[in-house]
């Protein structure tokens, strides 16, 4: 089993800035993939950001003010967010897809942390 940990979440004004953590334990044979969605009330859950070996990918609504990065050995990704506007108001959710003998690829979600940014 494999459980993942996120802080980081608060109340920020805009223009400012968050950096998310999260942490994973258990049986982790090997990651494919990190990445991190979010979820506004009255929205469908999005991804934000996402890393796979040394590829990365953004929405196009972070492109330029997000940044996604991992430590590998410790098993944790992070969310560097800056010039935070109202709009990314919402829960963030990261998820890892990782590979086991049994199971194979199977994807793991944090519990959520919110972040609200005010006007």
């Known amino acids: 089993q494999v459980q993942l940990v996120e802080s980081g979440g608060g109340l920020v004004q805009a223009g400012g800035s968050l950096r998310l953590s999260c942490a994973a334990s258990g049986s982790i044979f090997s990651i494919n993939a990190m990445g991190w969605y979010r979820q506004a009330p009255g929205k469908q859950r999005e991804l934000v950001a996402a890393v796979i070996g040394g590829r990365t990918n953004y929405a196009d609504s972070v492109k330029g003010r997000f940044t996604i990065s991992s430590d590998n050995a410790k098993n944790t990704v992070y969310l560097q967010m800056n010039s935070l506007k109202p709009e990314d108001t919402a829960n963030y959710y990261c998820?890892?897809?990782?590979?086991?003998?049994?199971?194979?690829?199977?994807?793991?979600w944090g519990q959520g942390t919110q972040v609200t940014v005010s006007s």
């Open positions: 998820n890892f897809e990782v590979w086991s003998p049994s199971l194979g690829l199977k994807g793991y």
